[in-house]
């Protein structure tokens, strides 16, 4: 079974940071781009930011950029954000995806990248910005 697990979330005072995992199993990820998604309490899902199968491209929403950081560890089948900079409007439940092939999953910034076009999804893990 095809399964990703997302990890790290929690509480944390504006201006801070979190790290958060996605860990997969029952199939390796090398071949697949890696999305981070969000869903703030009465808003539609977006997608966050995006890294490519080879970790060489990411494309991210510009709320993010300079803030947040997706790198992916293929030996541990392991995909992290980081983010920095917490914002109140970062509350969510941020869930990761996967997605072939990773040209079109995972396009290059500027291009638009579709929630559609992920296969596998995690239950998601809560980030709450708050003092």
């Known amino acids: 079974q095809l399964q990703l697990v997302e990890s790290g979330g929690g509480l944390v005072q504006p201006g801070g940071s979190l ?3 996605c860990a997969a199993s029952g199939f390796t990820l090398d ?3 890696i999305g981070w998604f969000r869903q703030a309490p009465g808003k539609e899902r977006e997608g966050v930011i995006c890294i490519s199968s080879s970790g060489g491209r990411t494309n991210y929403v510009d709320s993010v950029k300079g803030r947040f950081t997706i790198s992916r560890d ?3 089948n ?3 954000l980081q983010m920095n900079g917490l ?3 970062d509350t969510a439940v941020y869930y990761c995806a996967a997605g072939r092939p990773s040209y079109r999953v995972c396009p290059a910034y500027g291009s638009r990248w579709l929630e559609g076009s992920f296969e596998v999804w995690g239950q998601g893990t809560l980030v709450t910005v708050s003092s």
């Open 19 to 21: 790290r958060l995992s």
């Open 31 to 33: 071949y697949y781009a």
């Open 74 to 76: 293929d030996a541990k």
């Open 78 to 80: 392991t995909v992290f």
């Open 87 to 89: 914002k109140p409007e």
